[in-house]
C-alpha cells in the first residue's frame, strides 16, 4: 500500500469525530488516557506543534508519512507497525491557545475500524495530552489478536504521551 492509494480508501467506521468530545460510541473498545506534560506558554507551544506534526507516531516509531507536513481535516497518514499498513484520514482538527489536536479514522486495510484523538490542552496553566479512542477489529488477524491487540494500543497511547512529554521539554527536534 501506498501513500496514493488512500485518497480512493473510505472510512470503515460511524459515527466519526467523536474522540474530540464525545461521548463514545458503543459497539466499540474505549481508550483514554493522559499526562500532564508541564506548565506554561511555552510547554503548550512546543506539544502543540509536535502534535500536529504527527510527533506521537514519530515518536513510536511508526515511520509515519502524510499528505501534508500538518495535520489538517482530509490528510490522509500512512504508518506501518512491523509491515502491517495502518492508513488513517484526519477527521478532525482543533487548534486554539487552550487546546490544539486532532482525530483521525480508519480506512480500509487498517486491521481495526475506529478513530484515535490526540489533544494538547491547557488547563490554568498546566499543559496535558489527551489520547483517546475507540476501535473494533476489523480484520481476522486483529480478531485473532483479541486482547492482545488492546493492550498493544494501551502501550501506543502511552508512547504517544511519553513523545509528547519529551516535545513539551523540549528534548524532541522539530
Known amino acids: 500500500m501506498k501513500l496514493t492509494d488512500l485518497a480512493h480508501l473510505p472510512l470503515t467506521y460511524e459515527p466519526r469525530g467523536l474522540t474530540l468530545d464525545g461521548p463514545m460510541p458503543q ?5 483514554e488516557v493522559e499526562r500532564r506534560l508541564g506548565a506554561g506558554d511555552a510547554a503548550y ?39 502491517l499498513p495502518v492508513p488513517c484520514r484526519v477527521v478532525w482538527t482543533v487548534e486554539g491557545p487552550e487546546r490544539t489536536g486532532f482525530g483521525y479514522g480508519t480506512l480500509r ?5 475506529g478513530e484515535e484523538g490526540f489533544l494538547v490542552e ?8 489527551v489520547i483517546r479512542a475507540y476501535a473494533r477489529a476489523a480484520t481476522l488477524l486483529a480478531r485473532l489478536g483479541g486482547p492482545v491487540s488492546w493492550q ?17 521539554d523540549g528534548r524532541m527536534a522539530p
Open 27 to 31: 459497539g466499540f473498545h474505549h481508550l
Open 45 to 83: 507551544a512546543r506539544a502543540a506543534d509536535a502534535l500536529m506534526r504527527w510527533a506521537p507516531q514519530r515518536g513510536i516509531g511508526l515511520r509515519p508519512v502524510a499528505t501534508a507536513p500538518r495535520a489538517a481535516e482530509g490528510v490522509e497518514i500512512l504508518s506501518h507497525l512491523v509491515v
Open 109 to 113: 486495510g487498517h486491521i481495526e475500524s
Open 122 to 129: 491547557r488547563r490554568g496553566d498546566e499543559v496535558y495530552a
Open 152 to 168: 498493544l494500543q494501551r502501550v501506543a497511547a502511552l508512547g504517544y504521551l511519553r513523545a509528547l512529554q519529551r516535545a513539551a
